[in-house]
């Protein structure tokens, strides 16, 4: 059983940074694949961004690369998300996930842990 929970949303203007934590109980943290997904107001659940469970490979949506950066800390049980040069169209319920899938994977079946969610919201 691994517990999942986000913090670090918040209110920024557009062009501004948010750096996101999850932060996971349990003993096996490392032994996971995490994800960052969002979630807009009416709209479905997408991916944004992958790491592995060594930290060694990411993978980014389109819409997010070269702007937003995943990292992990294993030794804090905690994964991060960097968000730089935020848009209006970012904002956002932002989720963390973790799953065991054998490949880094932008859907969402394949994570078995899910946490509550933090509101990024951007102005324009």
């Known amino acids: 059983q691994v517990q999942l929970v986000e913090s670090g949303g918040g209110l920024v203007q557009a062009g501004g940074s948010l750096r996101l934590s999850c932060a996971a109980s349990?003993?096996?943290?490392?032994?996971?694949?995490m994800g960052w997904f969002r979630q807009a107001a009416g709209k479905e659940r997408e991916f944004v961004a992958t790491?592995?469970?060594?930290?060694?490979?990411?993978y980014y949506s389109d819409s997010v690369k070269g702007r937003f950066t995943i990292s992990r800390d294993n030794a804090k049980n905690t994964v991060y998300l960097q968000m730089n040069s935020l848009k209006p169209e970012d904002t956002a319920i932002y989720y963390c996930?973790?799953?065991?899938?054998?490949?880094?994977?932008?859907?969402?079946?394949?994570?078995?842990?899910w946490g509550q969610g933090t509101q990024v919201t951007v102005s324009s």
């Open positions: 790491i592995s469970w060594s930290g060694g490979n990411t």
């Open positions: 349990g003993r096996t943290f490392s032994s996971y694949n």
């Open positions: 996930a973790a799953g065991r899938s054998l490949l880094l994977t932008t859907a969402t079946g394949p994570y078995d842990y």
